[in-house]
């Protein structure tokens, strides 16, 4: 069993930057080799994958985020991270988290299946305001 919460949300100017943090709360030993990935969703939109991260440490990006938002991980402190730079008011969108123990079929295919990831988070909401 998992539980993810996200933090680090909040309001910010376009051009901004907001970092994201995901805490895992998890008796298990193996998070480090979870796979593990950030999802948005905006009103009246589908949700989309915005980054992904492994347990070798292999990422994958959006195209609408790549340059811009870096996902990393803390195995120590079993917290993600999303660093949001540049951000633009179409980033505005709930975030979430999300966990899976199993091995996929890459981080690229991941962000595009999140109905494969099992443990979610409860969001943060980011707002950019232009």
């Known amino acids: 069993q998992v539980q993810l919460v996200e933090s680090g949300g909040g309001s910010v100017q376009a051009g901004g930057f907001v970092r994201l943090s995901c805490a895992a709360a998890?008796?298990?030993?193996?998070?480090?080799?979870?796979?593990m990935g950030w999802f948005r969703q905006a009103p009246v939109k589908e949700r989309e994958g915005v980054a992904g991260i492994n347990g070798d440490g292999s990422t994958s990006y959006a195209a609408s985020v790549k340059g811009r938002f870096t996902i990393s991980r803390d195995n120590a402190k079993n917290t993600l991270y999303l660093q949001m730079n540049r951000l633009k008011a179409e980033d505005t969108a709930m975030y979430y988290c999300?966990?899976?123990?199993?091995?996929?079929?890459?981080?690229?295919?991941?962000?595009?299946?999140?109905?494969?990831?099992?443990?979610w988070g409860q969001g943060t909401q980011v707002t950019v305001s232009s």
């Open positions: 998890t008796y298990t030993l193996m998070y480090s080799s979870y796979y």
């Open positions: 999300a966990a899976n123990a199993g091995v996929g079929y890459g981080v690229s295919w991941s962000l595009n299946h999140a109905e494969w990831f099992n443990y």
